[in-house]
């Protein structure tokens, strides 16, 4: 069965500090992942897209890895600002279809 | 910039009442998704759409109906409102080919009393 699992389902940190989510997935034949940013009220918007030959991508303060072997990605936020305060999902996509597979998200609340 | 509307942010609707979500996009993809998000459940699939009238369920269809009679317009239909429709509604247009992306709306917050 496909699915995609985060870890932690919510996180706390202080400003300035850093933090790592992270995503387990069964999906396969595995196409693409992707780390969307969901601010409350608002629609996810994509961060970084990792296909399987690529391991790791950045995006200013962002840093996506991928494991395709073992099916794990973690995404990496470094000096942690109030703005990133929002829940982060992570999707991934099969290469048959036009299915993505959603994770439940966790929710990063980042405190001064 | 990419842009995917959906027509309302909040909703307020009577049990019963029929109900009409819209979703425009102006980025010419064939590809539109209805999904609803819930707290711990995350997004969940209601329908999509790969072109003009064309439909396909998705994981959690009961109660909901669409339709897609222009490219850029997709809409989302609860035939008799219920309580258990509260939610988040997120209208997204996915593209094509190898490195897929979902643009979505801002969402809709429905509320069903």
């Known amino acids: 069965k496909n699915q995609v699992e985060q870890s932690p389902q919510s996180l706390i940190i202080l400003e300035g500090k850093n933090c790592t989510l992270q995503?387990?997935?069964?999906?396969?034949?595995?196409?693409?992942l992707r780390w969307y940013k969901q601010d409350t009220g608002r629609g996810p918007v994509s961060l970084t897209i990792m296909t399987f030959s690529e391991n790791t991508k950045s995006n200013g303060r962002y840093t996506a890895t991928l494991d395709a072997d073992t099916k794990q990605s973690s995404l990496h936020i470094t000096a942690s600002q109030l703005s990133d305060s929002a829940s982060y999902i992570c999707?991934?996509?099969?290469?048959?279809?036009?299915?993505?597979?959603f994770g439940t998200g966790t929710s990063l609340t980042v405190i001064p | 910039d990419v842009k995917v509307t959906q027509s309302s942010r909040y909703l307020v609707k009577r049990t019963g009442e029929k109900v009409f979500l819209e979703c425009v996009q102006d980025?010419?993809?064939?590809?539109m998704f209805w999904y609803r998000q819930d707290p711990g459940l995350g997004l969940r699939l209601i329908y999509f759409?790969?072109?003009?009238?064309?439909?396909e369920k998705g994981d959690i269809p009961e109660g909901y109906s669409v339709s897609r009679e222009k490219k850029e317009r997709f809409s989302l239909i609860l035939e008799s409102a219920s309580t258990n429709q509260t939610s988040m509604y997120l209208c997204?247009?996915?593209?094509?080919?190898?490195?897929?992306?979902?643009?979505f709306g801002q969402g809709t917050r429905l509320t069903v009393v």
């Open positions: 980025m010419d993809h064939e590809n």
């Open positions: 759409s790969y072109d003009v009238k064309m439909k």
């Open positions: 999707v991934v996509s099969p290469t048959t279809g036009n299915q993505f597979y």
């Open positions: 997204a247009s996915i593209t094509d080919g190898t490195r897929t992306e979902a643009f």
């Open positions: 995503c387990n997935y069964t999906v396969s034949p595995f196409s693409n």
